[in-house]
């Protein structure tokens, strides 16, 4: 889950992430969109894929990402559900058929 967080504490993948949310994007696609250099671009992308948030697909010369929306998932839910938030409080107000606050 830290490497998820670590992934995200950054508003340039955080913004990777939701390109990637409306669709696949080669590597070239998402550099359009930002006016960053190549390199510090492929960093953002290595962090990103170290974290398991994107999976890269490599035809040829191409690069392509997509989101791999299940980890993202899976750690906002374990963080919330850290704090008491969400499907744990929900179960629990379940079994004891109280209503969750």
Do not use: W
Not at 24 to 30: H, Q
Not at 59 to 69: D, E, V, W
Request: proline share 3%.
């Amino acid at each position: 889950m830290n490497r998820v967080f670590k992934a995200l504490s950054d508003p340039t993948r955080r913004r990777i992430l939701q390109l990637l949310r409306e669709r696949e994007m080669t590597a070239g696609e998402l550099a359009d969109r930002f006016e960053l250099a190549k390199p510090t671009l492929s960093g953002h992308f290595a962090l990103l894929r170290e974290a398991d948030l994107i999976a890269a697909d490599k035809a040829g010369t191409t690069i392509t990402y997509r989101l791999n929306l299940s980890v993202l998932e899976d750690a906002l839910l374990g963080f919330a559900e850290s704090f008491g938030i969400g499907a744990a409080k929900a179960a629990a107000a379940g079994v004891t058929g109280e209503t969750p606050q």
